[in-house]
Structure formats: structure tokens, C-alpha cells
């Protein structure tokens, strides 16, 4: 999906000259137990990069798609989203007729490669689909297999985080940027 949104952005003029920055993370996960030290290894180097290069101001928000083709496509994004980028996102796939695609995830936060971001300042929104399966029972198994995707749901997924970017990009009132 992401190629696929970077063919998209390359093919649009952009009339106000945003850079976007686009990185695949890894490590993800812990080794032991979630900390400090522990788990979300790739973003939390590249969060450390954007502030040690003094970096931080040039980034106007953050989105990450993780787990995004599931069949029985649910997102349900962290209750510690910016309201701005929240608001955003569910008017967006309200735009689409798709909103019922789209929530809060019931548990509140997530522990995901948006945190290290949002700990810098940086507008920050996880789209994921915490449900794989039920009670979640396909992720990290042996039944993760690709008849559990759907073109469909990563179409959908793919036109509203794209039509997030642009909304960002053009700053027409997300984030409360004029």
C-alpha cells in the first residue's frame, strides 16, 4: 500500500511544495517486554534522528498503516490521536462512505511506531486494524496467510490515508494549519 501511495503522490502536482517523508520501519516488537528499550526499535531510531537533527518543526504529522488488509477490515485508531487528525480521518471516510470501516480502538491507546512520534510534539495517527481475526486470534500465527487480505479493504485504507496526506499536505484545517 505504501508503493502504492508513493506512485500516487509522485504523480500529482503538489502547488505547495511538501516534502514528504516516507520510512518502513522494523523491529516493531519486543524482544522481552515493551519499554524503553525494548520494542518499536526502527521508529524510535528514526524519532531520535528527526531530534537530534533538530528536525522536529519540519514534520506536520504522522501516519502510520500497520495491519491494514485484513478481510474483515475494522481500523480503529488509538484513543490518543489529535483530535484534529482523528476528525480528519473519520470525516474522510465519511466523504468515501466507508466510515463504518473506521473507529475508536475500544481499549483506548496502543502501543505503536506513532508513540515515539507523538512523544517528540510531532501530530501522530496509528491506522490499524487491531482485529485480525476473532478476538484478534490470527495475528503473529500460522493462520497470518494471505487469503485472510482483501484488495477491497487495502483500497480503502489506501484512498483515505491518501486523501489524509493531501489534507495535510494542502493544510486545509487539519491540525489547525492556515
Not at 511544495?17 to 517486554?33: A, S
Not at 531520535?48 to 495491519?67: G, S
Not at 470501516?101 to 491507546?109: E, I, K, Q, T, V
Request: negative net charge; charged residues 25%; contains cysteine.
Amino acid at each position: 500500500l505504501l508503493l502504492a501511495i508513493m506512485h500516487a503522490v509522485a504523480n500529482r502536482v503538489n502547488p505547495r511544495d511538501t516534502t514528504l517523508v516516507y520510512d518502513f520501519f522494523d523491529g516493531e516488537e519486543c524482544v522481552d517486554t515493551y519499554g524503553p528499550r525494548d520494542g518499536l526499535h526502527g521508529s524510535r531510531h528514526y524519532a531520535e534522528t528527526i531530534r537530534r537533527e533538530d528536525l522536529v518543526r519540519h514534520y506536520l504529522a504522522v501516519i502510520v498503516l500497520d495491519m491494514i488488509g485484513d478481510r474483515d477490515l475494522s481500523v480503529t485508531i488509538p484513543m490518543d490521536t489529535p483530535c484534529p487528525l482523528a476528525t480528519a480521518l473519520f470525516q474522510i471516510a465519511e466523504e468515501h462512505r466507508v466510515r463504518e470501516a473506521f473507529g475508536y480502538f475500544p481499549r483506548g491507546s496502543i502501543l505503536d511506531d506513532h508513540r515515539p512520534f507523538q512523544e517528540l510534539g510531532i501530530p501522530s495517527i496509528d491506522i490499524i486494524d487491531f482485529q485480525f481475526g476473532p478476538g484478534n486470534s490470527y495475528w503473529h500465527t500460522g493462520e497470518d496467510t494471505m487469503d485472510k487480505l482483501s484488495a477491497a479493504s487495502l483500497e480503502i485504507v489506501g484512498n483515505v490515508a491518501l486523501e489524509l496526506v493531501w489534507r495535510i499536505a494542502e493544510k486545509e484545517g487539519v491540525l489547525g494549519i492556515d
